[in-house]
T-cell receptor, first 115, second 114 residues
């Protein structure tokens, strides 16, 4: 089935550790995104990528890093520099973003908790 | 600046009531797109509708309807005869400018009780 797969669903991180959240899509979409969701804050954009080997910072990129080596994959690393990483992370994708407002489709999300 | 405001944080209704979720947007672009997504307790956001700025025609899909009014910069969502399965967080979003990501409101949590 076509879709966006995020893993793991639940992840616990010790303070000072880096962790990587996986996101894979088989929709042949060019653009991929990472959003962070906190209670009462809605969705905030971390990073997005329109094509392979290129990505742009979103509104809250500090403490995060990404790579886009393959069209299908857009992993997110939460570094130890991220002060408050406990949140729900959503990966998404869409067709190429030459036109404004392409519909984006989401994965099931990953819960990250710092212990 | 682009912005989406969902002033209603939480709404509680009883089954079969109609409920309207408000969405107000801000943009100076003349070409833009508006969206609604549903986030059930499982967490995944489900796409509901996409409308462009040149099409103000209201849309109905089953028990769902959307009222787009450029004069008030609003894109409201009405659920008729609500059901318990409608309980979720609903997000309104704005898309402007090529090569950019959607801008989301903070969401409205809808609770429908039986």
């Amino acid at each position: 089935d076509g879709g966006i797969t995020q893993s793991p669903k639940y992840l616990f991180r010790k303070e000072g550790q880096n962790v990587t959240l996986s996101c894979e899509q088989n929709l042949n979409h060019d653009a991929m995104y990472w959003y962070r969701q906190d209670p009462g804050q809605g969705l905030r954009l971390i990073y997005y990528s329109q094509i392979v080997n290129d990505f742009q910072k979103g509104d809250i990129a500090e403490g995060y890093s990404v790579s886009r080596e393959k069209k299908e994959s857009f992993p997110l690393t939460v570094t130890s520099a991220q002060k408050n990483p406990t949140a729900f992370y959503l990966c998404a994708s869409s067709i190429a973003t030459e036109q404004p407002g392409n519909t984006i489709y989401f994965g099931e999300g990953s819960w990250l908790t710092v212990v | 600046a682009q912005k989406v405001t969902q002033a209603q944080t939480e709404i509680s209704v009883v089954e079969k009531e109609d409920v309207t979720l408000d969405c107000v947007y801000e943009t100076r672009d003349t070409t833009y797109y508006l969206f609604w997504y549903k986030q059930p307790p499982s967490g995944e956001l489900v796409f509901l509708i996409r409308r462009n700025s040149f099409d103000e025609q209201n849309e109905i899909s089953g028990r769902y309807s959307w009222n787009f009014q450029k004069s008030t910069s609003s894109f409201n969502f009405t659920i008729t005869a609500s059901q318990v399965v409608d309980s979720a967080v609903y997000f309104c979003a704005l898309g402007v400018g090529a090569g950019t990501a959607l801008i989301f409101g903070k969401g409205t949590t809808l609770s429908v009780s039986s």
